[in-house]
Structures are given as C-alpha cells and as structure tokens.
C-alpha cells in the first residue's frame, strides 16, 4: 500500500510539473504575442517611408541621364573625329622620294594646327608609294614617307606619342594606273584618326 502511494505521489507531482511547465510556456507565447506585432508593424512602416515619390521620381531620371549623357559624348566623339579626319589633307612626293617638297610643308603645317586643336586625338600616319619597283622597295620607303611626315609634325610641337606610322608601300593605290598621272597621286602619306 505505501508503495501505491509513493506511485501516485510520483504520478501527481508529475502531472503537476508537466502543468507548471505548460503554464510557463503559455506566458511565455503570451509575453511574446504581446511583443511580435510592434517589430512587425515597424517592418511594415519601413518600406512605406523609404519608398517615397520624390526617391522614385529622384531614382529614375538618373537612370535616364546617364545613358543619353554617354550617348551625347560618344556622338559628340564621332563628330569630333569626323571632323579631324576631313581637315586632315594629304601629302604627295616626288618620284622615288621621301623629301618633303614645299606644298607638303605647308599642308603638315595645317595639319598640325587641326590636331593642336584635337589634343587627344592620336592619327597613324600611312606611307604609300605607286607600283613602280619591288614590294620590299616600297615597303622601305612608304615608310621613310611616313617617318619624314612624323617628325615633321613633331617639329610643329605635336607630341610624338600622338603619332604612329606604317608603311602600305604599293598595297593600296589611291588611283588605278601605271602612268604618271596615278603614280603622283599615290606617291602619298595619308592621316588617319585612329583615337580622341
């Protein structure tokens, strides 16, 4: 008999503490009840006050200016380059020469002003000769044609990093032809804009 009784003293203390325990962890969700919905009702507020018509309305113009903005200066670019590009005259040489008569002078002189003005821009400078003699011929002085151009150019106070040269020799007549009205317009130096 006394051991039923320890059993159920057991047994009863058990579901006591089992209640206590239910208890605690009622308060417990009722204390937090109490508490979730302000958090909650803060969170919600947030996005409605970040989220303000004068931010949209700030936010979306610059999405729309910066890419008219690169647009216009790329533009801009391209006309500039254009225009270089159509100042830019070309040069002639005697047969079999890389001298630079008088005429040459004085239209590498306005070549230098055009470029003066463009500060950035950086041309290539190509020598060309007419189909009289050899490729390596050519080749060799097509590019004497373009280093007299050069130098010519930096003597005028362009900075030589702006320059480049190559040499097309016969590869690339301006005109057609082996008499000497098309050999004289391809004994030549071209300039070309190649950044600004």
Not at 19 to 36: N, P, S, W, Y
Not at 38 to 54: G, L, N
Not at 62 to 75: H, K, L, N, R
């Amino acid at each position: 008999m006394l051991k039923r009784r320890s059993f159920y003293v057991v047994a009863l203390f058990s579901v006591a503490l089992f209640m206590t325990a239910g208890c605690a962890t009622q308060d417990v969700v009722k204390k937090d009840e109490g508490l979730v919905p302000a958090p909650v009702a803060k969170r919600a507020e947030q996005p409605a006050d970040r989220i303000t018509p004068p931010q949209q309305a700030g936010t979306a113009p610059d999405t729309q200016i910066v890419p008219a903005t690169a647009a216009a200066q790329q533009s801009q670019k391209a006309s500039s380059n254009s225009q270089l590009q159509a100042a830019l005259e070309k040069i002639y040489f005697d047969f079999d020469s890389s001298d630079l008569s008088a005429s040459a002078c004085e239209t590498l002189s306005k070549n230098a002003a055009a470029l003066k003005k463009a500060s950035s821009a950086k041309i290539r400078i190509e020598g060309n000769c007419d189909e009289s003699g050899s490729a390596e011929y050519n080749l060799a002085l097509g590019e004497r044609r373009a280093k007299s151009a050069q130098q010519y150019l930096i003597a005028l106070g362009v900075k030589p990093d702006r320059l480049s040269t190559v040499s097309y020799g016969k590869e690339k007549p301006s005109v057609q032809g082996s008499d000497e009205s098309a050999g004289s317009k391809n004994r030549r130096d071209e300039f070309v804009v190649v950044t600004h």
